[in-house]
Protein backbone atom coordinates (compact mmCIF):
# COMPACT_ATOMS: atom_id res chain seq x y z
CA UNK A 1 0.00 0.00 0.00
CA UNK A 2 1.52 3.48 -0.65
CA UNK A 3 0.61 6.77 1.38
CA UNK A 4 -1.17 8.04 -1.30
CA UNK A 5 -4.02 4.53 -1.04
CA UNK A 6 -3.96 5.20 2.39
CA UNK A 7 -4.86 9.07 2.66
CA UNK A 8 -7.47 8.14 -0.09
CA UNK A 9 -8.87 5.14 1.75
CA UNK A 10 -9.13 7.23 4.95
CA UNK A 11 -10.34 9.58 3.10
CA UNK A 12 -8.36 12.08 4.54
CA UNK A 13 -8.87 15.10 1.74
CA UNK A 14 -12.48 14.77 1.70
CA UNK A 15 -12.30 16.42 5.35
CA UNK A 16 -14.02 19.92 5.34
CA UNK A 17 -13.12 21.68 8.47
CA UNK A 18 -9.26 23.04 8.50
CA UNK A 19 -8.38 21.74 12.31
CA UNK A 20 -9.88 18.08 11.82
CA UNK A 21 -8.41 17.75 8.77
CA UNK A 22 -4.95 18.66 10.00
CA UNK A 23 -5.12 16.40 12.65
CA UNK A 24 -6.70 13.71 10.67
CA UNK A 25 -3.76 14.25 7.93
CA UNK A 26 -0.86 14.30 10.81
CA UNK A 27 -2.29 11.77 12.20
CA UNK A 28 -2.76 9.26 9.14
CA UNK A 29 0.83 9.73 7.52
CA UNK A 30 2.32 9.02 11.49
CA UNK A 31 0.30 5.80 11.22
CA UNK A 32 0.97 5.01 7.91
CA UNK A 33 4.74 5.37 8.78
CA UNK A 34 4.64 3.02 11.44
CA UNK A 35 2.73 0.32 9.83
CA UNK A 36 5.31 0.31 7.01
CA UNK A 37 8.24 0.82 9.47
CA UNK A 38 9.30 4.05 8.32
CA UNK A 39 10.46 1.99 4.99
CA UNK A 40 8.97 4.95 2.54
CA UNK A 41 9.11 4.95 -0.99
CA UNK A 42 10.81 8.22 -2.89
CA UNK A 43 6.49 8.81 -3.59
CA UNK A 44 5.68 8.44 -0.15
CA UNK A 45 8.51 11.12 0.85
CA UNK A 46 7.07 13.95 -1.88
CA UNK A 47 3.37 13.14 -0.56
CA UNK A 48 5.15 14.08 3.08
CA UNK A 49 7.06 16.92 1.81
CA UNK A 50 4.05 18.36 -0.82
CA UNK A 51 2.14 18.35 3.04
CA UNK A 52 4.61 19.87 4.89
CA UNK A 53 4.61 17.26 6.96
CA UNK A 54 8.58 16.41 6.52
CA UNK A 55 10.22 17.89 10.00
CA UNK A 56 7.80 15.64 11.57
CA UNK A 57 8.12 12.28 9.71
CA UNK A 58 12.11 13.16 10.39
CA UNK A 59 11.43 13.45 14.16
CA UNK A 60 8.51 10.72 14.51
CA UNK A 61 11.61 8.42 12.30
CA UNK A 62 14.11 9.17 14.89
CA UNK A 63 11.90 8.08 17.84
CA UNK A 64 10.62 5.18 15.79
CA UNK A 65 14.19 4.08 14.80
CA UNK A 66 16.02 4.50 18.57
CA UNK A 67 12.90 2.79 19.50
CA UNK A 68 13.42 -0.40 17.38
CA UNK A 69 17.06 0.21 19.15
CA UNK A 70 16.36 -0.50 22.29
CA UNK A 71 14.04 -3.44 20.98
CA UNK A 72 16.77 -5.06 19.52
CA UNK A 73 19.03 -4.38 22.30
CA UNK A 74 16.76 -6.94 24.07
CA UNK A 75 16.87 -9.57 21.88
CA UNK A 76 19.27 -12.94 23.30
CA UNK A 77 22.19 -12.95 21.88
CA UNK A 78 25.08 -15.79 22.36
CA UNK A 79 27.91 -14.05 23.54
CA UNK A 80 30.56 -16.06 21.73
CA UNK A 81 29.20 -16.06 18.71
CA UNK A 82 27.61 -12.66 18.54
CA UNK A 83 24.82 -14.42 16.86
CA UNK A 84 20.81 -13.69 17.98
CA UNK A 85 19.60 -16.58 19.70
CA UNK A 86 15.79 -15.82 18.78
CA UNK A 87 13.94 -14.43 16.03
CA UNK A 88 13.64 -10.59 15.45
CA UNK A 89 12.25 -8.76 12.72
CA UNK A 90 12.90 -10.60 9.47
CA UNK A 91 16.24 -11.45 11.48
CA UNK A 92 16.49 -15.50 11.93
CA UNK A 93 18.42 -17.06 14.90
CA UNK A 94 21.79 -17.24 14.43
CA UNK A 95 21.86 -14.04 12.49
CA UNK A 96 25.20 -12.48 13.28
CA UNK A 97 24.65 -9.02 15.10
CA UNK A 98 27.09 -6.90 12.50
CA UNK A 99 24.36 -7.88 10.14
CA UNK A 100 21.95 -6.43 11.51
CA UNK A 101 23.62 -3.53 12.51
CA UNK A 102 24.22 -3.35 8.60
CA UNK A 103 20.41 -3.26 7.85
CA UNK A 104 19.96 -0.63 10.42
CA UNK A 105 22.48 2.13 8.34
CA UNK A 106 21.23 0.83 5.34
CA UNK A 107 17.43 1.13 5.89
CA UNK A 108 17.48 3.72 7.87
CA UNK A 109 20.88 5.88 6.99
CA UNK A 110 21.49 6.06 10.56
CA UNK A 111 25.18 4.96 11.83
CA UNK A 112 24.88 1.91 14.53
CA UNK A 113 27.89 4.53 16.66
CA UNK A 114 24.82 7.02 16.70
CA UNK A 115 22.67 4.54 18.06
CA UNK A 116 24.90 3.51 21.05
CA UNK A 117 25.78 7.27 21.75
CA UNK A 118 29.03 7.27 20.34
Known sequence: MSLRK?????KIDQIEDDQVFMESEYNAVQT???IIGYLI???DLE???SRGLEDSFINWKIIYVKDLWE????????PETEE????WKHFLPG????DIWHWFEEQFDISVAELMGH
Not at 6 to 10: G, Q, R, S
Not at 95 to 98: A, N, P
Open 6 to 10: YLADN
Open 32 to 34: YCG
Open 41 to 43: TSD
Open 47 to 49: IIK
Open 71 to 78: NFGEVAMN
Open 84 to 87: IEEP
Open 95 to 98: THRE
